[in-house]
């Protein structure tokens, strides 16, 4: 069955630090994957997505997500942490011709000033 | 806005009675989607639709859920005779057809509580 790893909970920087959020995918084929963030009393809103081709994909918000296929990895990065990024975040991934996201259970992101 | 709407955002409720929550999709999509996302988890999918007809039902929807979108429009989100175990939050989102594995837009979310 597919599956969607984010093995985070919660995460806790500071501000200007660098940040790397985990997530694993199980699928039979090389997915679509996405990483999602929610802000408290906010819809989820796309950060990235990564069909094919270049391997690491560049986001809203400077943020980044390198695909490893060896690794069944897609991890979200950001070099330089701002306060306004401390939300929930999720990994999705769905097979192509699919319609069925599948969701990670996120990672609550917290920023120390 | 363009955006996708849910009404209501907040609603509570007594045990046994019966919820309806509405989802406004982005007007050109195709493809609706309701999911339902409890606190700690990320969220599961319920069902989906494809202009009106109901593609997918997920085995965490019982039979006291019922999703309807008629003429492919708006959806609607029935939950009867709720129990305690129903609060969580249930959100829509809406996509293209033609981006078949793009982007789901999401809208705020309608959370229920069930007393």
């Known amino acids: 069955a597919q599956s969607v790893t984010q093995p985070d909970i919660h995460i806790t920087v500071s501000e200007g630090a660098s940040l790397e959020l985990r997530c694993n995918y199980s699928?039979?084929?090389?997915?679509?994957l996405f990483w999602y963030v929610q802000s408290p009393g906010q819809g989820l809103q796309l950060l990235l997505k990564?069909?094919?081709?270049?391997?690491l994909v560049q986001g809203i918000k400077g943020f980044e997500a390198e695909f490893k296929r060896s690794q069944s990895s897609f991890n979200l990065r950001k070099p330089s942490v701002h306060w306004s990024d401390a939300a929930e975040y999720f990994c999705?991934?769905?097979?192509?011709?699919?319609?069925?996201?599948?969701f990670g259970t996120g990672t609550r992101l917290k920023v120390l000033a | 806005d363009t955006g996708v709407s849910q009404d209501p955002r907040h609603k509570i409720t007594k045990r046994g009675q019966n919820v309806t929550f509405r989802c406004d999709p982005i007007s050109e999509h195709n493809r609706l989607y309701w999911y339902r996302q409890t606190l700690g988890q990320g969220p599961e999918f319920l069902t989906y639709?494809?202009?009106?007809?109901?593609?997918?039902k997920s085995r965490l929807l019982s039979d006291r859920f019922s999703a309807e979108r008629p003429k492919g429009s708006f959806s609607t989100l029935e939950i009867q005779r709720t129990e305690q175990g129903d609060s969580a939050m249930y959100l829509c989102?809406?996509?293209?057809?033609?981006?078949?594995?793009?982007?789901?837009?999401f809208g705020e979310g309608s959370r229920l509580t069930v007393l």
């Open positions: 639709f494809q202009n009106e007809a109901q593609l997918e």
């Open positions: 989102a809406s996509s293209l057809t033609e981006a078949n594995t793009g982007e789901l837009f």
């Open positions: 990564y069909f094919s081709g270049d391997t």
């Open positions: 699928y039979g084929a090389t997915p679509y």
């Open positions: 999705a991934v769905v097979r192509s011709g699919t319609y069925k996201y599948i």
